[in-house]
C-alpha cells in the first residue's frame, strides 16, 4: 500500500465492472453522472479534486457507444484513505443496480492508456442466416480494404474510411439462426474503432440488416475482453 | 419501457429512436414488486417525456406512499416522445410501465397527473397508446379505471368525459383510500365499474364526473350541475394533508440515468402561500398553509442524500423565503452539506426578502442567475393584483446583488392584467431602465462587465379559484397591441425583452375555463393526432382553432367575454377551501386598488382554515 503525502494525496482504485442489458442504452455522459452519485451513497473516502469546485475525480477507459454492453469496463477511482478492495466493490454493488455491478477491484499505478485492445462479440440475428452468409461476412472483414463512410455533420461529406488496420482478429460462425462474430478491435485513444463500424461495413458489403421491419432483424454488441499492445490481458 | 422478455425484440427500436435511455427504466431505487403478491396495480403516468415527469414533486411523494402499501404496486408510466409513438405504433408496441414493462391493460387503476392544461392531448394520446378508449362511457369492464389528479383538476370540466374519477387536493390520504376500496370490493365480488364508482363519490376529495348532469341557459351559460343520486355529494371538498411533519416522506429518490429537468434532492418545505397575489391559482388552491419543521425537514435531507447521492438540495415551496424557520433550516442544513459538498438551491425568491445573508448561505443565489417577480410595471397596478412589493424593495434587492457582483438580472411581468393601461407598460420598461441606472451607480471599479436586465412578459389568464376568475382576458389583438408597444418603449441595449407567445395563453385561457362542452374540440385534436402542445415546437394555434370552430366552441365565451359575478362557474362544484365570499372582496379591494397583507399579518378570513390542517398562521 502507498503511503499517501502531500505529493501523492491519494491511491487509484481501479474497478473493472460491467453495464449490460438495458443499460446499453445510457450514454458515457450519462455513465458519468450515474457513478458519481453511486460513489457518494457507496461512502468510499473520496479525493477531492482542490480548487473552487471540488468534485471526486473518476477516469475511464474507452467510452461505451449506445447500443453496446460490456463486462470489462474500467474506471479509476482516487481514494484519500486506505480500504480494502473487497470492502469497497461491495459497497458499491450494493449501490447499484444487477445491471451495473463491479466485477473486480484493486489498487494499481498502471495507466488506463496501456489498454490497446477490445474483443467484442457481435451477433446478428436474420431471417436468411446460413453457413454460407457467416462465410461472406468473415470474408468481407478479412479483405485488405473494408470501407465504411464515417459519420459526419449533415452540411459535410461523410469521409470513407479503410478500418481494416484497426482489426486485430475476426471470425464469423453460424449460431442457430445467428450469424456470431468475434472481433477484436483497436482500442487505442488515436485510433478507436467502434464496433458499430463494423456491423455498418457489413451491411454494405453482405446487405443483412436490410429489413424494413426493426423487429424481424437485429444485433447486438457486448465489449468481451481487454488487452495491452502485446495482446496480454489488461487489468 | 418493454424489457419484459415476453413482449417482443425492439432492442432494435430503441437503436433507431433518440435518447433511448428514457424508455428502459431499470433505475437504482425504483419499487419492484411482484405482481402476484399485490391485490391492486396502480399505474401512475405523466403526460409529458421522462425528463420532465421524473422530475414532478408530487408523483415522487405519490409514487413512495402507493407504494409503502403491501398490497399496492404503483409502477411509473410516461409519454413517448414523437419517434418512438410512432414506432410504438408501427410496431404495435403498447405503451407500458417503467417498472415492469407490462401494459396499461395489465394495471387496475391508471392515474394521470394533470399539471397543465396543455398536456391534455399527450394524456390522451397515452390513453390511445394504451388502447383504452378514450370516453369514460365507452370502457368497459376490462378497462383499468382512469384517475385524474393534480392542479388541473380543480377545473377538470373540459376533461370530465374521459376520465373516470377525479382527485381534488393532495393524494397522499384519498389515493390510499381508493385503492382499498377497490380491492374490498374486489375481495368480496361486488366490484363492477358502476358500483366501484358510485362507491368512491362518497370518499371526500373525489369527483366522478359521470354522475353529475349538466344543464345549460339559452345565452350558453350553466344552469345547473346536478347530482345523478341523492347520495352523490354536490360539492366535492378538496382534501389536505393536515399534519406535514407526519405525512410521509420519500426517504429515498428514483435515480435516473439520464438527465432529468430537476435532477436533485427536493425538499418541501410548506404548502400553500401566505401572500394571496390575485392572479396567482396556487396561492389559493393549496391552502391552509402548513409549515414542515425544520427538524423534520433536516432529517429528510440527510435520509435522501445518503439514499441517493445528489449534491444538490433544492428548498421548495411557492415563497421559500416567507417560512418563519428559514435560518433554522439553512444553518441546519449548512452544518454538514459544505464538508458533503452538497450545495443548496432556492428557486423562488420574494424581491423584500432578498438578502445579504441568503447570497452568502445559498449557492444557487451565489453563483446563479438572478430572477425577481415584480408583475406589473407601475405600483397602481401591483396594488390592484395584491403583489405587496414595491419600487424601493426591488432597488434594494438588485442592489445587493450588483454590490454582490451580479451583472445580470431578470425580470418577470404579466400583460393583460385587470384594469391595466397602456401607461402600466410602460412602467415595465421604465423599471427596467432604472434597475440599469442602479448598477451605473457602483463606482467603476465595482463593475468590471456591462449590465443586463432580461425582462420576460407572460400572458395574464385569469385561472379558477382567484379573485380574477370572472375577469375576461384581453383579446389577442390587444395583447399583440401590448407586446409591441412595450418593444417601442425599450430602447436601452442592454435590455433585453421576451415575451409569451399570446397564442399559448388564449388556448390556455380556454381550457382553464371551459366547461364539457370543449370534450369535442379536444378529442378531435387528439385523433387528428395532437400532443406534446405544452411544447412551443407542436403547439399549433390554427389546428386548436380549427377544431375549436369545427365542433362549435365560441372561444370568446371562455375568455373575451368574462364571466358573470352570479354566474354558475364550471368549477362550482369544488370547493377549495377558499370562499366565493373571500374571493369577491378581493376582487373588489383590487378594482379599488386596495392591497390585503398577508396571512402573517392577519387573518383575512378567506376560509380554508376550516379544512384544518397544523399551522401557526389561522385562526
Known amino acids: 500500500m502507498v503511503q499517501l503525502t502531500p505529493q501523492h494525496p491519494y491511491v487509484t482504485l481501479r474497478l473493472k465492472f460491467k453495464k449490460v442489458g438495458s443499460l446499453q442504452y445510457i450514454s458515457h455522459l450519462d455513465l458519468v453522472r450515474t457513478m458519481s452519485k453511486i460513489i457518494t451513497r457507496a461512502k468510499l473516502p473520496l479525493w477531492y479534486t482542490e480548487g473552487f469546485n471540488p468534485k471526486p475525480k473518476m477516469i475511464f477507459a474507452a467510452p461505451l457507444s449506445i447500443g453496446t454492453e460490456s463486462v470489462c469496463e474500467f474506471m479509476d477511482l482516487r481514494l484519500v484513505d486506505d480500504i480494502s478492495p473487497e470492502e469497497a466493490k461491495a459497497r458499491l454493488n450494493a449501490n447499484m443496480t444487477d445491471e451495473m455491478q463491479v466485477i473486480d477491484a484493486y489498487y494499481t499505478e498502471d495507466k488506463l492508456t496501456e489498454l490497446k485492445w477490445l474483443s467484442y462479440s457481435i451477433d446478428i440475428t436474420t431471417d436468411n442466416a446460413s453457413v454460407e452468409l457467416a462465410q461472406s461476412c468473415e470474408r468481407a472483414l478479412l479483405t485488405d480494404e473494408v470501407l465504411v463512410k464515417k459519420k459526419a455533420k449533415p452540411w459535410e461529406e461523410a469521409p470513407t474510411v479503410n478500418i481494416r488496420p484497426l482489426i486485430k482478429e475476426i471470425s464469423a460462425e453460424l449460431r442457430g439462426d445467428v450469424i456470431h462474430i468475434d472481433a477484436v478491435l483497436s482500442a487505442d485513444a488515436s485510433a478507436f474503432l467502434n464496433p458499430e463500424y463494423v456491423v455498418k461495413a457489413l451491411r454494405s458489403a453482405c446487405g443483412i440488416l436490410s429489413n424494413p421491419d426493426l423487429t424481424k432483424e437485429y444485433y447486438s454488441i457486448m465489449r468481451t475482453a481487454a488487452y495491452k499492445a502485446d495482446m496480454s490481458e489488461f487489468r | ?619
Open chain 2, 1 to 619: 419501457m418493454s424489457h419484459n422478455p415476453e413482449t417482443k425484440n425492439i432492442s432494435s427500436v430503441l437503436k433507431a429512436v433518440n435518447k433511448p435511455g428514457r424508455y428502459i427504466g431499470g433505475e437504482y431505487n425504483r419499487v419492484m414488486k411482484n405482481k402476484d403478491e399485490v391485490k391492486c396495480r396502480f399505474a401512475f403516468c405523466f403526460p409529458d417525456t421522462y425528463e420532465i415527469g421524473m422530475s414532478n414533486l408530487g408523483v415522487r411523494i405519490l409514487y413512495d406512499v402507493l407504494n409503502r402499501d403491501k398490497d399496492i404496486w404503483c409502477e411509473r408510466v410516461y409519454a413517448p416522445w414523437e419517434d418512438m409513438k410512432a414506432k410504438m405504433e408501427e410496431y404495435d408496441i403498447p405503451l407500458s410501465a417503467v417498472e415492469s414493462g407490462d401494459p396499461l391493460s395489465a394495471f387496475d387503476l391508471v392515474a394521470f397527473s394533470l399539471q397543465y392544461e396543455l398536456c391534455y392531448t399527450t394524456a390522451l394520446q397515452m390513453l390511445k397508446l394504451a388502447g383504452f378508449p378514450l370516453r369514460s362511457k365507452d370502457r368497459g369492464e376490462d378497462v383499468p379505471i382512469i384517475v385524474g389528479g393534480g392542479p388541473c383538476v380543480f377545473n377538470s370540466e373540459p376533461v370530465a368525459d374521459f376520465f373516470d374519477l377525479m382527485n381534488i387536493g393532495e393524494g397522499e390520504e384519498v389515493l390510499l383510500e381508493i385503492c382499498h376500496l377497490y380491492n374490498e370490493m374486489k375481495d368480496n365480488g361486488t366490484y363492477t365499474r358502476a358500483a366501484f364508482l358510485r362507491a368512491a363519490s362518497h370518499i371526500e376529495g373525489v369527483y366522478i364526473p359521470s354522475l353529475y348532469d349538466v344543464s345549460y341557459n339559452e345565452d350558453g351559460t350553466i344552469k345547473e350541475y346536478r347530482p345523478l343520486y341523492d347520495d352523490v355529494p354536490t360539492k366535492i371538498k378538496k382534501r389536505i394533508v393536515e399534519d406535514l411533519d407526519k405525512a410521509p416522506y420519500p426517504d429515498k429518490l428514483i435515480m435516473p440515468y439520464v438527465e432529468t429537468v430537476h435532477d436533485r434532492i427536493v425538499l418541501e418545505v410548506y404548502r400553500g402561500c401566505i401572500r394571496g397575489c390575485r392572479f396567482c391559482q396556487a396561492g389559493m388552491v393549496y391552502r391552509p398553509i402548513r409549515e414542515k419543521s425544520p427538524e423534520t425537514l433536516c432529517k429528510n435531507a440527510k435520509c435522501l442524500y445518503e439514499n441517493t447521492g445528489y449534491d444538490e438540495i433544492s428548498l421548495i415551496s411557492l415563497s421559500i423565503s416567507d417560512y418563519s424557520e428559514l435560518r433554522e433550516l439553512t444553518d441546519g442544513l449548512l452544518s454538514w452539506t459544505d464538508n458533503a459538498h452538497v450545495s443548496l438551491s432556492l428557486p423562488s425568491l420574494r424581491i423584500d426578502s432578498f438578502s445579504e445573508e441568503l447570497m452568502k448561505k445559498v449557492s444557487s443565489v451565489r453563483t446563479g442567475g438572478l430572477t425577481f417577480a415584480p408583475e406589473a410595471g407601475t405600483q397602481r397596478l401591483r396594488d390592484v393584483i395584491n403583489k405587496n412589493v414595491c419600487e424601493e424593495d426591488l432597488m434594494r434587492a438588485v442592489g445587493i446583488a450588483f454590490r454582490g457582483g451580479k451583472s445580470s438580472v431578470k425580470l418577470y411581468f404579466m400583460n393583460g392584467l385587470p384594469t391595466e393601461t397602456l401607461e402600466d407598460i410602460e412602467g415595465i420598461a421604465d423599471l427596467a431602465g432604472k434597475v440599469v441606472k442602479e448598477y451605473y451607480k457602483m463606482p467603476k471599479q465595482d463593475r468590471p462587465r456591462g449590465v443586463s436586465v432580461t425582462i420576460s412578459v407572460a400572458c395574464f389568464v385569469p385561472k379558477p379559484f382567484t379573485p380574477f376568475q370572472w375577469e375576461k382576458q384581453d383579446s389577442f389583438e390587444e395583447l399583440i397591441k401590448k407586446q409591441e408597444h412595450l418593444k417601442g418603449c425599450i430602447t436601452d441595449k442592454k435590455i433585453r425583452y421576451t415575451y409569451h407567445d399570446a397564442k399559448v395563453s388564449f388556448v390556455e385561457a380556454v381550457l382553464a375555463r371551459g366547461d364539457r362542452r370543449l370534450s369535442d374540440a379536444i378529442e378531435l385534436l387528439v385523433n387528428e393526432g395532437a400532443m406534446f402542445d405544452a411544447w412551443d415546437e407542436y403547439f399549433d394555434y390554427d389546428k386548436w382553432m380549427s377544431a375549436f370552430e369545427r365542433t362549435g366552441v365560441d372561444t370568446a365565451f371562455y375568455t373575451t367575454r368574462g364571466f358573470g359575478l352570479d354566474e354558475i362557474l364550471p368549477w362550482d362544484m369544488i370547493d377549495c377551501g377558499v370562499t366565493k365570499e373571500f374571493l369577491l372582496r378581493e376582487r373588489k379591494k383590487a378594482y379599488e386598488g386596495k392591497t390585503t397583507p398577508s396571512c402573517a399579518e392577519h387573518c383575512n378570513g378567506c376560509g380554508a382554515n376550516k379544512l384544518g390542517g397544523k399551522n401557526r398562521w389561522c385562526n
